[in-house]
Structures are given as C-alpha cells and as structure tokens.
C-alpha cells in the first residue's frame, strides 16, 4: 500500500513549510498516521486540531490559486467585453461619426441616442438592455462610475478629475450638482453591500475573495478611478495590502472584512469629496 505524503511536504519550500514541519509534529500520532490531503477527504484518526493546522496550512495556496484562477477568467472576460462593444459602436443619424452603444449624445453633434444602451457589471455596453428615458439620469452616474464620459461613454483615460472626455471635449464634473448626485448614488449601495460583505465572509475560503470583489467594485471603484492611490494617502495602501491580507488568513474575513469595506468606503469617499472641492468649475 502506497504511503500518505505528509501534508507539509504539500507546501512550498522554505519558511512556509518549515512552520508546516513544525507544528505538525507537535501534534500527537503524526509519525503513526501522517496528515496527507487524501485523509481530509476520508474519515480518519485525527484529532480536530489536527485537521484545523492542516486547514489552515493549506488556505493561503488554495486562496492564490482560486485568485489566479478567477483574475484570468475576469481578464478573458474584459477582452471579450471590450472587443464586442467596440465592434457594435453605431453611426450618429445626424453627422455619421461614431458612438459608443451606451452614449447619450453624440461626441461631435450632440444628437441624442435614441436607444442608450446599459452597462453590464464591468462597465461595457449591452447589447440588447435600453436604458428608458426616464433613466437617463441615473446611466450619467453609472457612466461616470466606471470612469467613462457622461455624456458620449467614451472611457476617460486619466484617473483623475482634472480631465475632459477625449471625444466630446466634456469635464468628467459639471457642477457641485453633479458630485452631490454622484455621491448619493454610490451611497444608495452601501447598505445591500455591507449585508452581502458580512454574509460571504463566513463562507470559507471563497468568501473573502468574494466579499472584497463585490465591496471593491460597487463602493470602492466608483471613487478610486478617479485617483492615484499611491499618491493619495499612505492609509489607502494600508487598506490595500490589509484587503489583500485578509483574503489569506482563515476565519479572518468574517470580520475584516466588513471592517475593511465600511473603513474604505469613507476614507475613499472622503477624499473623493476633497479632491471635488479643490475642482475649478469655472470652466465648465
């Protein structure tokens, strides 16, 4: 009968594996029946402390893998995304020039789209969803959240404020009117998100991924498009790496995360707002 590998000699060398080493064996009956990940499959001998180490041990690499796992598939995705609105751009009725599908107006004429097209959940155009008349407001603010022109949806190349759309000459702003909007509509998020935070961090593993996903782009993006972190504040890189920290440690999402969100939300919000008023609207 072939012989368990030991769950240790699953990790990585050097400091990872050596913690591994070491307090697997301090754990009693591991020379007898050494942990191996087929054993977690079945019932066995060991201890629930047993089973806690080895879990533990093993989340940050399965936490990576499903990480590198789910960033390739959202970057085929984008590819995908961006290829297809770019081929479906239409002509203006007017002038001829091209729009994007989910343009309001037009960026040389101003003819309005007769039928604007809604984003899906990672800023591009749909195909077949219309935004109504009535909603034409609010798909200037969902525009504007994905850093793309409110009125034309041309992406905005700068993550800045200080910018005008390159094909209709529009300011991403057009008065303290349009922040205060702005800001009203990523608040009206705040509370589902918060709910789905704390309920996808008591999932194992995939919950952390999940939960800082979900937080980062209904809350975070919104603001942070539209600023160079690294140069903003030494405290959002903190955040930063905590987000990206507490993704690799068991049993830590359950509450760092919904701390995190709620923590970043304002200190992003915040200084979004900051930036507004140091804005020069006399130019719009």
């Avoid at 001998?45 to 598939?73: C, K, N, R, T």
């Avoid at 991403?172 to 509370?191: F, P």
């Avoid at 049993?251 to 915040?270: N, Q, S």
């Amino acid at each position: 009968m072939k012989e368990p590998i030991p769950i240790q000699q699953w990790l990585p060398a050097g400091p990872l594996r050596d913690m591994g080493e070491k307090y697997v064996s301090q754990l009693p009956d591991v020379a007898q029946n050494p942990i191996g990940p087929e054993s977690l499959m079945h019932q066995s001998d060991h201890s629930w402390s047993e089973y806690l180490v080895a879990y533990s041990l093993l989340y940050p690499g399965v936490v990576i893998i499903l990480a590198l796992l789910g960033g390739l598939g959202l970057g085929a995705f984008f590819i995908f995304c961006r290829r297809r609105e770019y081929s479906h751009r239409i002509f203006c009725s007017k002038c001829g020039s091209m729009m994007y599908p989910c343009g309001l107006h037009c960026p040389e004429c101003g003819t309005s789209n007769p039928s604007p097209r809604a984003l899906n959940w990672i800023g591009y155009s749909r195909l077949r969803t219309v935004v109504p008349p009535s909603g034409w407001k609010r798909h200037e603010e969902v525009l504007r959240s994905y850093r793309r022109c409110f009125y034309c949806g041309q992406p905005l190349r700068e993550p800045s404020l200080d910018q005008r759309c390159p094909a209709c000459g529009k300011a991403v702003l057009q008065g303290e009117q349009s922040v205060d909007r702005y800001d009203a509509y990523i608040g009206r998020r705040r509370g589902w998100t918060f709910a789905a935070v704390v309920v996808l961090g008591v999932v194992p593993i995939l919950g952390p991924l999940l939960a800082s996903s979900l937080y980062r782009r209904t809350l975070i993006n919104p603001y942070s498009l539209y600023m160079t972190v690294y140069r903003e504040s030494f405290l959002m890189v903190v955040l930063f790496l905590c987000r990206h920290l507490f993704r690799l440690l068991p049993f830590i999402g359950i509450i760092g995360m919904p701390v995190l969100c709620v923590t970043e939300y304002h200190l992003y919000r915040r200084m979004f707002l900051w930036k507004a008023e140091k804005y020069d609207f006399r130019g719009e």
